[in-house]
Nanobody, 126 residues
């Protein structure tokens, strides 16, 4: 099983930016579609963005479309989530996850993903 590690979270003011990373060691992410999700206490986990194995397909939640950008660096074996124009409602724990079953495309539904990282906290506050 691939061990995922998220990083890049932190405290940022509204309107600021963060770049989250999803990395693994000892394996490769090339065989997986990757999803980014977020969760706040008391609420269901929300799909934020995803990217297919080939990077041809990406998708975004309506709430982040135009502000967030997902990408993957095959050489670095890392998937990134660039988050710009952050809002207080973006604050959450952000998780990345792998989907090994989808040969192309990607999903924003958490039940498509079988392997999860431990998350990184994003706080948006002035």
């Amino acid at each position: 099983q691939v061990r995922l590690v998220e990083s890049g979270g932190g405290l940022v003011q509204p309107g600021g930016s963060l770049r989250l990373s999803c990395a693994t060691s000892g394996s490769t992410l090339d065989h997986y579609a990757i999803g980014w999700f977020r969760q706040v206490p008391g609420r269901a986990r929300e799909g934020v963005s995803c990217i297919s194995r080939s990077s041809i397909s990406t998708d975004y939640a309506d709430s982040v479309r135009g502000r967030f950008t997902i990408s993957r660096d095959y050489a670095e074996n890392t998937v990134y989530l660039q988050m710009d124009s952050l809002k207080p409602e973006d604050a959450a724990v952000y998780y990345c996850a792998t989907d090994a079953r989808r040969p192309e495309g990607c999903s924003l539904y958490s039940n498509a993903y079988s392997n999860w990282g431990f998350g990184t906290q994003v706080t948006v506050s002035s």
